[in-house]
């Protein structure tokens, strides 16, 4: 590359550094500063006390694991229900066009706006789920579940409310990774005398792994730092049953004027998000993965 084709690079890159800049690195260091500090005693340099509060913290310990019930319920119930769909999808049955869209419909709703529908929906009073569970004989009245004012509930509606949303995303990824295999492999399969399930565990599903693995990444980090839904549905309540990370930062930065403290979850909480990153792209392009 000679003089002249290196700065006409640096031109084309300089709008995406100086946004990379602006909008990731100096938030980072301003974040990374403030957790540094004190902000109730005057910006009060306590170096890595925020951080030791936060791992000795019984309600940080009790968000971080409700966080990971939220992602792993969520995500687990999405996988399987969005590679259903698109296996049922990919047939090409009739009217599957029109199905497609249909199923894709919640995509387009915001997440507050679909923690908004499900709040009605799930209302103790006058919701429609009870009111349905309580006509098929399910319950023995319509408030004989609260959804979101019992602890044991109102995580589980949370994680209703987010599979409702983005199962769809699932099912599309998953959908494109199986119209990306080849059919020459089925034909052969299906002339050695393979049968559906054979060719599911031995052809699609062995080609779908590296699908699976990139939906699952983006998924899990799109459920971790959820907010919306949740916040609208419960607030992080009730009795802190359904309080993940994302809403104790908010609470601690807002409510509470402990900015500093605020900070440090934070960080500790990219720090977990970048290890379960890192870990999923090493087992996704390790050269001794077989699995890919």
């Known amino acids: 590359m000679n003089k002249g084709d290196r700065s006409t690079a640096l031109l084309f890159f300089s709008p995406a550094a100086a946004f990379m800049i602006l909008f ?13 500090f004190d902000s109730k005693t005057s910006m009060q340099f306590v ?4 951080y030791a509060n936060a ?9 971080l694991y409700n966080t990971i019930t939220f992602v792993i319920g969520a995500v687990s119930i999405e996988l399987v229900l969005g590679l259903i769909l698109a296996l049922l999808l990919s047939t090409g049955f009739r009217g599957s066009h029109f199905t497609r869209t249909l199923f894709l419909s919640p995509l387009m709703i915001a997440p507050l706006v679909c923690g908004l529908i499900w709040k009605f929906m799930l209302n103790d009073q006058f919701g429609i789920l009870n009111s349905v569970l309580f006509k098929l004989n399910i319950i023995d009245s319509p408030q004989s579940i609260l959804w979101l004012s019992d602890s044991k509930y109102a995580l589980l509606s949370c994680i209703i409310a ?23 492999l089925y034909e052969a399969a299906h002339i ?6 054979q060719r599911f565990w031995h052809i699609t599903l062995p080609n779908l792994r590296p ?20 916040w609208v549905l419960t607030q992080g ?7 993940v990370l994302s809403t104790v930062i908010y609470n601690t930065m807002t409510r509470y004027n402990q900015v500093g403290y605020a900070s440090a979850m934070a960080i500790l909480f990219m720090i977990a998000l970048m290890s379960i990153c890192g870990f999923f792209m090493y087992r996704l392009w390790s050269p001794n993965n077989k699995a890919v």
Request: zero cysteines.
């Open 192 to 197: 050695d005398g393979a049968s559906r399930s």
């Open 24 to 36: 990731f690195l100096y938030p980072m260091f301003l974040l990374l500063r403030d957790s540094l």
């Open 55 to 63: 791992l000795n913290s019984d309600r940080f310990h009790q968000s």
């Open 237 to 243: 309540g009730p009795n802190f049953a359904s309080s």
């Open 211 to 230: 699908v699976i693995v990139v939906a699952v990444l983006i998924r899990m980090i799109d459920a971790a730092r959820s907010f919306d839904i949740i």
């Open 47 to 50: 170096g890595m006390e925020n």
């Open 162 to 184: 987010d599979v409702w949303l983005t199962t769809p995303f699932m099912m599309l990824v998953l959908l494109a990774g199986i119209q990306g295999i080849s059919g020459t």
